[in-house]
């Protein structure tokens, strides 16, 4: 069974960094790719935005176009078990949101595509203030 425990969510001034976390146990290889996804505030589920993901056997990552340069996806993987780490640079007040983890199985080029991820984690607070 795969469980997700996400951390690092916290309260920043614009310009600041964090560092997301999210371990991932239960993972099998035919479950390959790893994603960060946030929901902004007021928003629907259905409405979560990927924000960038990463290949758990090769390490090939994509990134959405509002986070690239400022974000970093990166990965410690194990037998069954993965941590995901979400690089968090010059953040911005629109940046703020609740930021989940997700785990699925993906194409080649479908690692930002929400319908691709099935087990999601509950989510950590990520504010920032302007």
């Known amino acids: 069974q795969v469980q997700l425990v996400e951390s690092g969510g916290d309260s920043v001034q614009a310009g600041g960094s964090l560092r997301l976390s999210c371990a991932a146990s239960g993972v099998a290889y035919s479950r390959n790719c790893v994603a960060w996804f946030r929901q902004a505030p007021g928003k629907h589920s259905e409405e979560r935005e990927a924000?960038?993901?990463?290949?758990?056997?090769?390490?090939?990552?994509?990134?959405a176009d509002s986070v690239k340069g400022r974000f970093t996806i990166s990965q410690d993987a194990a037998k069954n078990m993965v941590t995901v780490f979400l690089q968090m640079n010059n953040l911005k007040a629109g940046d703020t949101a609740t930021y989940y983890c997700a785990v699925g199985t993906c194409l080649q080029y479908s690692l930002l595509q929400r319908n691709e991820y099935n087990y999601w984690g509950q989510g950590t607070q990520v504010t920032v203030s302007s």
């Open positions: 924000v960038a993901g990463i290949f758990v056997n090769s390490g090939r990552t994509a990134y």
